[in-house]
């Protein structure tokens, strides 16, 4: 499992943020000029919400 995980989106990170998962810094995105790039500490439970916020896009 990678050791961080990076959001583009600022209501996901609201999101996680709320929910006590870790922030550890936000930095401007190299891939999106312009944008921020929320990176927060991977874990299980991490990777648990991103894969619900997927599924429930998909629907």
Known sequence: MEKYKCILSLRVAKELIAEDHEL?????????PGKL????????????????????GSK
Do not use: C, M, W
């Open 37 to 56: 790039v929320f990176v927060f500490r991977n874990s299980e439970g991490l990777e648990n919400k991103l894969t619900a916020y997927q599924l429930q």
């Open 24 to 32: 550890i810094d936000i930095q401007p995105s190299h891939r999106r």
